[in-house]
Every structure is written in structure tokens, then in C-alpha cells.
């Protein structure tokens, strides 16, 4: 069995507003106290890396408009087999998850549905809410987001800055993916 400490982990994740970025880096905290190696990229430039370097893979996207960006599928149709063949996990980041009947990868319309969109099978999922930041959006994406929040009776304010995100899931989540066991261990 590899010695934890010199097992490296990849964090590779597509976000818009930079939250999922966020919530890698708190994994990679968490991870690298219990002694393992972890590199942290967006998935467009995970090309420049050596993949089948890494023992687990964690795969982060967030959502926007119901939907994960297209590079989150590629990436996972690309390199199906390499993450079938370690332990690999996957989380998505959406606001929608603030709701505690949406929060599980089973109860969340947006992580079922892309699942059930790819063959992949992860070992670990997770859904983490994310961060509704409507200053920093453009003035399409405010009007929208906002319209939407209404509809499903969210912060609704112009000015607002709302952190939804459990970040002791988080935590648990990524010790949860140390413990996986490598593919052949129960």
C-alpha cells in the first residue's frame, strides 16, 4: 500500500466565478494534513500535466444557468479510463444546493443530471452550495441570477454577498477521499 505521504492527489476544476477555486483549495488544506501531495489546476490546463502521476483524482465544477461548463464532460470522456482506475471523486458547486432537500448528489437536479449524462462512475461524490455575489456579476448575469432567486425565493438584493457554501462538508469530503481505498481494496 502506498504510504499516504507520498501519494499525490489531483484537484482539477472549472469554475465562473472563482468559488470553486475556493472550495479545492480548502480540500487541498485538508488533504495535505493528513500527509498527502496535492496539486490544484483548472481543467483547461491540466494538459501540461502528467495524469497518470496522480493516485486519486478530484473533479470540482460549478454550475451556472443549470448547467456544468462543457470542458467538466470532456475532460471526464478524455480520461474515463484513468479515472476508473484509481480512486476518483466528484463535486459540484451550485447555489441551488442552500436548500437542504437539494443537497446530496442524489437530491440536487443538477449533479443527478449530469451524472446520468456521463459513464464515469465516480467513487465519492459531493454537492457543496456555492456563493451568490451579485456585485461582482455583469449586468446580464445579475438580472437573471436575481430573477431566478425570486422565482426560488432566494437574496434578491443588488448589493448582496452570500456565502451558502458548508465548509465543514467540504472538510469532511475531503478526508472522506484520503479514505477511499485504491481500486482491487475493499
Known amino acids: 500500500m502506498t504510504d499516504p505521504a507520498t501519494e499525490c492527489v489531483l484537484i482539477a476544476y472549472a469554475t465562473t466565478d472563482g468559488h470553486t477555486r475556493r472550495i479545492c483549495e480548502r480540500l487541498k488544506q485538508v488533504m495535505e494534513s493528513r500527509g498527502r501531495q496535492v496539486t490544484v489546476a483548472l481543467l483547461s490546463e491540466t494538459g501540461a500535466l502528467d495524469l497518470p502521476s496522480f493516485d486519486r483524482v478530484v473533479i470540482g465544477a460549478s454550475i451556472r444557468y443549470g448547467h456544468h461548463q462543457p470542458i467538466v464532460a470532456e475532460f471526464i470522456a478524455r480520461h474515463q479510463t484513468l479515472l476508473e482506475s484509481r480512486p476518483s471523486a466528484f ?11 437539494k443537497n446530496t448528489p442524489e437530491t440536487n437536479p443538477y449533479c443527478r443530471k449530469f451524472l446520468q449524462s456521463i459513464a464515469w462512475r465516480p467513487r465519492l461524490t459531493a454537492v457543496f ?22 422565482m426560488t425565493k432566494g437574496p434578491t438584493d443588488p448589493t448582496a454577498v452570500v456565502e451558502f457554501t458548508d465548509w465543514a462538508k467540504v472538510e469532511a469530503f475531503g478526508r472522506d477521499v484520503c479514505a477511499l481505498p485504491k481500486p482491487g481494496q475493499p
Open 91 to 101: 463535486f459540484s458547486v451550485n447555489i441551488v444546493a442552500r436548500k437542504p432537500n
Open 129 to 150: 452550495a456555492g456563493k451568490l455575489d451579485y456585485p461582482s456579476y455583469g449586468f446580464v448575469d445579475r438580472q437573471m441570477i436575481r430573477l431566478i432567486m425570486l
